[in-house]
């Protein structure tokens, strides 16, 4: 299980700090075109293991892999734990994300947004969605937000782990932090994402005692492509 000592006076100090922050950067207006907007965007699609066609089944695929969302088991600890209230709903939620890289830690606050809970119609084909995002608040090494959704396609019963991100460096006072950052943020936000499909797609796999699936897709139906995009 993800980190969440609330034990520790001073993750519970700072975690309700966040409680009081706003975000570090205005969210785009919906139709703004991000990457013209100076916005890096990454999309990442992984094959979990696959369903029956039909809606989610009881304890299959789809349902281990919300589970996982819900509790952050996604992210490889190794490089971020979470620390946030049991109790407090999803949506609305503040999360401590205590980072490790460079051989330094860092405290990244974060706020959940909207909890997406539906079934979608993409090109003839009815998909089941379930999922979250988080956007960065004050403090914050980056500004944006990252989406994490699984989806299920309910024709053919495959199963999907995605995530949707758009982000920039966000204002580092510290010159040194600040340097790090530039030469070195970019390829460990990469490799978190990446860690996270790879992860995800292994639990869900354990928990069903099947196989796990291959690595992200290089296209998949209803995502523009997938791995990741440098603007211009």
Partial sequence: ????PLGDDRARAALLALHQKGLNFDPPADGVDLEASGWRLDDYCQPL???????PVADGSWEQARRLMLAYEFADPDIIRAVYEDDSPLEGRDMLLKARFWGLSFDLGVRVGAVVDETRE?????VRVWGWGYRTLQGHLEAGQMDYEVWKWLDSGEVEFRIHAYS???SIPNPVVRLGFRLFGRRE???FARRACERMARLTAEELGTPAPGPPVERAAGSIT??????G
Wanted: no cysteine; proline share 25%.
């Fill in 1 to 4: 299980m993800p980190e969440r």
């Fill in 49 to 55: 293991p696959p369903e029956p066609p039909g809606v």
């Fill in 122 to 126: 993409l090109g003839g084909r009815g």
């Fill in 168 to 170: 920039r460096p966000a």
């Fill in 189 to 191: 936000q990469l490799k």
């Fill in 226 to 231: 997938v791995g990741t995009r440098e603007p």
